[in-house]
Every structure is written in C-alpha cells, then in structure tokens.
C-alpha cells in the first residue's frame, strides 16, 4: 500500500479553478495507478480521472475538457488540475491506489472539499 493526502479544496466560483494535490508515500508509488474520486452529498463516488506512470491519462465524461490529471513520480505526487468549475463539481475529492495489475484499489486518501458556488 501507499499513504496518500490530498490538499487543494476549497470553496470557489463558478467558472473558477482550483487544483487539486495527492501526495503519497511509499517506494512502490511508480507500480500505482491513481486515480480520482469524488461524492456528493447523497450521491454514491463516482470516477473522476485516472493517470498511469506510462503517462496514459483517462477522465469521466462530465470533466473531460475541464479537469486535466497528471502525475510527477519524482514526487510521488499526482495533480488534478480543475477548470470552469460547476456548482455540481462540489464533492468531497478522494485519491485512490492500486497496482497496475490489481483490479481494486487499495489505497484511499481521506478526501478533501471542494465547493463551488454559483
């Protein structure tokens, strides 16, 4: 497993940007995929974005053009660049684990806020 901690949120406007930070810890961070969560109040998680080490990248149709995932494994850390921001982008963001070849995650940082006001 790695320790993962998210940081960023916050409250913004609509049409605002905020970015969003994952930073890990752990020797194997390069065999990870990670990858970005998000709930809503009273809505289940649901698939953000993803980034591999081979640098392929993959996002969650309500986001694609808006949010951009990238990864630096120099510094164990993955970003989640956040533009345009909607008001039903508000969620609690969750970065999640998992082995390239696993098929759970079973890493989760513990969420930070993001709210967007219209």
């Known amino acids: 497993q790695v320790r993962l901690v998210e940081s960023g949120g916050g409250v913004v406007q609509a049409g605002g940007s905020l970015r969003l930070s994952c930073a890990a810890s752990?020797?194997?961070?390069?065999?990870?995929?990670i990858s970005w969560f998000r709930q809503a109040p009273g809505k289940e998680r649901e698939f953000v974005a993803t980034?591999?080490?081979?640098?392929?990248?993959g996002y969650a149709d309500s986001v694609k053009g808006r949010f951009t995932i990238t990864r630096d494994d120099a510094k164990n850390t993955v970003y989640l660049q956040m533009n345009n921001l909607k008001p039903e982008d508000t969620a609690v963001y969750y970065c999640a684990g998992r082995l390239i070849r696993a098929a759970n995650f079973d890493s989760w940082g513990r969420g930070t806020q993001v709210t967007v006001s219209s």
């Open positions: 980034a591999c080490s081979g640098g392929s990248t």
């Open positions: 752990g020797r194997t961070f390069s065999s990870y995929v």
